[in-house]
């Protein structure tokens, strides 16, 4: 099982910004689509955005459509997830995978620890 390391997360007003960064093991990022998902108490788990193996084609949940940005950096190793305009909705923790699917039946096979992010009105 690769590692996978989040960061990024913290606390921020509705509309603010905030950048998450996965850094998946070379094997996992390289031969893999990756996503983040997300996570709050009481809820489901919600696929947010997903990024294909070579970077040209990404999918997003009709939730941040819009407001999220999914992106790959071959040369430095990591998944990028860009967040604008944040909304309270978008509290939770938030983690990366190797997904292809982030729709429903999507399967999480592996993950990392999660980076927090709370958003306030």
């Known amino acids: 099982q690769a590692d996978l390391v989040e960061s990024g997360g913290g606390s921020v007003q509705a509309g603010g910004s905030l950048t998450l960064t996965c850094t998946p093991s070379?094997?996992?990022?390289?031969?893999?689509?990756m996503g983040w998902f997300r996570e709050t108490p009481g809820q489901a788990r919600e696929g947010v955005a997903v990024?294909?193996?070579?970077?040209?084609?990404?999918y997003y949940a009709d939730s941040v459509k819009g407001r999220f940005t999914i992106s790959k950096d071959t040369a430095k190793n990591t998944v990028t997830l860009q967040m604008n305009n944040l909304q309270p909705e978008d509290t939770g923790m938030y983690y990366c995978a190797p997904v292809c699917w982030i729709g429903p039946g999507a399967k999480y096979v592996f993950w990392g620890q999660g980076t927090q992010v709370t958003v306030s009105s």
């Open positions: 070379t094997l996992t990022q390289n031969t893999r689509c």
């Open positions: 990024i294909s193996t070579t970077g040209r084609a990404a």
